[in-house]
């Protein structure tokens, strides 16, 4: 597998909510470790009727972002759970992982919409190809440009000017927010300590202090240092590297 294509897929992946449903519990659990590596957050269901209590509990507060599921399983099989979970949304990507490789399965979640036919057994090149058909549909890269990525694992969403981590939203005051909106507009450049005061405060009452103060607050509240000082002159945002 290319390093270079699965850091790529890795980049659009990793901070979506994944909803895995399977019976087996030898496979469940394979899957399992390579799913890891493309998923931080995952939600596993044992049959359909789990994965369809997930997927309601789940559809009005923090939504799944993508569907991998079975299709035979007891109590309410994979095609029956689709059904179900179409007639709420249609637009959720939802990948087959199944053993069945007959026309009849296949045209039937067809017929249901799903985005992904993988056949098992599979392995990891085999899950990343389906995974970036996706990307490349723009199901799961379609918001990418309002997500920035930040060191220490955090993401800012630009539209909705929040900082998150682990999913969860960091909670900011207004010139917290106003600090990180005035280096993600300006692309994370080094800028001054009165460039930073001007936009920040606006008494015109320069004071440098009252921004060592906010990003001191701030490296205190997140533990960690997103905003880089740099000596005599003011601070950097700290993007994410990929390798």
Same mark, same amino acid.
């Given at each position: 597998?290319?390093?270079?294509?699965?850091?790529?897929?890795?980049?659009?992946?990793?901070?979506?909510?994944?909803?895995?449903?399977?019976?087996?519990?030898?496979?469940?659990?394979?899957?399992?470790?390579?799913?890891?590596?493309?998923?931080?957050?995952?939600?596993?269901?044992?049959?359909?009727?789990?994965?369809?209590f997930l997927f309601k509990k789940n559809n009005i507060s923090s939504s799944f972002d993508l569907i991998i599921?079975?299709?035979?399983?007891?109590?309410?099989?994979?095609?029956?759970?689709?059904?179900?979970?179409?007639?709420?949304?249609?637009?959720?990507?939802?990948?087959?992982?199944?053993?069945?490789?007959?026309?009849?399965?296949?045209?039937?979640?067809?017929?249901?919409?799903?985005?992904?036919?993988?056949l098992k057994p599979y392995d990891i090149e085999t899950i990343?190809?389906?995974?970036?058909?996706?990307?490349?549909?723009?199901?799961?890269?379609?918001?990418?440009?309002?997500?920035?990525?930040?060191?220490?694992?955090?993401?800012?969403?630009?539209?909705?000017?929040?900082?998150?981590?682990?999913?969860?939203?960091?909670?900011? $005051? =207004?010139?917290?927010?106003? %600090? !990180?909106?005035?280096?993600?507009?300006?692309?994370?450049? /080094? &800028?001054?300590?009165?460039? #930073?005061?001007?936009?920040?405060?606006?008494?015109?009452?320069?004071?440098?202090?009252?921004?060592?103060?906010?990003?001191?607050?701030?490296? $205190? =509240?997140?533990?960690?240092? %997103? !905003?880089?000082?740099?000596?005599?002159?003011?601070?950097? /945002? &700290?993007?994410?590297?990929? #390798?």
């Open positions: 597998m290319d390093k270079k294509k699965l850091e790529k897929i890795i980049y659009y992946t990793q901070n979506l909510r994944l909803l895995y449903i399977e019976d087996n519990i030898n496979v469940r659990n394979q899957t399992l470790k390579m799913l890891k590596i493309f998923f931080d957050t995952i939600d596993v269901a044992n049959n359909g009727e789990e994965g369809l599921t079975d299709l035979e399983m007891p109590i309410i099989d994979g095609i029956s759970m689709i059904n179900t979970i179409r007639s709420i949304d249609k637009q959720i990507p939802i990948l087959i992982f199944s053993a069945h490789s007959n026309t009849d399965y296949f045209l039937q979640t067809i017929s249901i919409g799903i985005d992904g036919y993988v990343s190809n389906a995974l970036m058909n996706i990307i490349e549909k723009n199901r799961l890269s379609n918001n990418e440009d309002d997500i920035v990525h930040l060191e220490y694992d955090f993401i800012w969403k630009i539209k909705e000017s929040l900082l998150y981590k682990d999913n969860k939203v960091v909670k900011l $005051t =207004k010139n917290e927010i106003k %600090l !990180f909106t005035f280096f993600i507009n300006s692309k994370g450049t /080094l &800028k001054t300590y009165d460039t #930073i005061e001007s936009f920040i405060f606006t008494d015109f009452n320069s004071n440098n202090k009252r921004i060592r103060n906010l990003v001191s607050r701030l490296k $205190t =509240k997140l533990d960690c240092e %997103l !905003f880089e000082s740099i000596y005599s002159y003011g601070y950097k /945002l &700290k993007y994410k590297k990929f #390798i």
